[in-house]
């Protein structure tokens, strides 16, 4: 397991520094956002995009994922995160998220990363029914999981509070409508802690599905905000145990958006929580 950090912490900052300052603490990785100012990939030029790669290069990074969840670009009124989701009623506009989600995908393909995460379908609208919802969002994903197969890479699906597809669980039964080899879930643990699941025992049971995970800690609420871990109330040591037994190898990618004022210091403390319990669980 490698620890990454996501650059949505890093909105105050050009992209080369910010791959410079994750480097600098010590993480082996970054999430790259597929937003601005990163890497919105409607407007991103060659150049900007080979200046990414350098930065990488420079920095001796490699990308554990494309964050194409947050569309700070678009600037939704009534939230600049969800918005526009998979399951607008108006067609026109849930094709704004489509056509990120297409983007952002051969954006993934295109600079060598392994997947994109992408919104577990939004708000239900008022009056929108939440079995219509699903279907809507089934039948975004589908072509959505084909062109992610033809390009190779994965589609990541992030349960999240308060949007159509809330728990880990509740992934599998869309995951089953799309049954596409591309589609997978994205783990994040603040989430699953804020839906009061048994977090280690949906590991074991998602082994399959789980194709990266985020981290965060959540108070003792469960209300949804992302702390700093060590700083709330997961336990992460039965946690990362839990993601050594299933042999998962891959990427760890810590996500603090909120700390966009001094994301260094939130960046290292996470990394000094976190790297000791993930050596613990490493083959000497």
Known sequence: M????????????????????????????????ADVPHAWPAGLLPGTKR?????????????????????NAVNDHRQPYWYPSFIEPDLGYRRV?????QRSLELCAELGAPHI????????????????????????LKPLAEHADRLRVGLLI?????????????????????????????????????????????????APHIQHFHFEDIAATRVHHHLVPGSGA???????????????????????YPFIDDPDAAARRAFEVLKPLVVKTQPS
Not at 51 to 69: D, K, Q, T
Not at 117 to 140: C, M
Not at 165 to 182: C, F, G, M
């Open 51 to 71: 200046g990414i790669r350098e930065a990488m290069e420079r920095n001796h990074l490699r990308f554990s994922n494309v964050n194409a969840f947050m569309m």
């Open 158 to 206: 992030e349960p999240e509070p308060g949007l159509l597809i809330e728990t880990t669980e509740e992934y599998l039964e869309v995951a089953d409508r799309v049954n596409s080899p591309s589609i997978g879930l994205n783990f994040d643990v603040g989430h699953a802690y804020c839906m009061s699941e048994d977090i280690p025992a949906q590991i074991r049971k998602l």
């Open 234 to 256: 997961i336990d992460f040591a039965p946690i990362i145990t839990a993601i050594h037994e299933i042999g998962y190898n891959r990427w760890l990618t810590v996500e603090l």
């Open 2 to 33: 490698r620890l990454a950090f996501s650059t949505n912490a890093y909105m105050k900052y050009p992209f080369d520094e910010a791959a410079a300052r994750i480097s600098a603490i010590g993480y082996d990785g970054l999430e790259l956002m």
């Open 117 to 140: 995460t992408t919104e577990p379908g939004g708000p239900l609208a008022p009056g929108q029914n939440r079995s219509d919802a699903i279907t809507l969002f089934v039948e975004a």
């Open 97 to 101: 998220r489509i056509d990120h989600t």
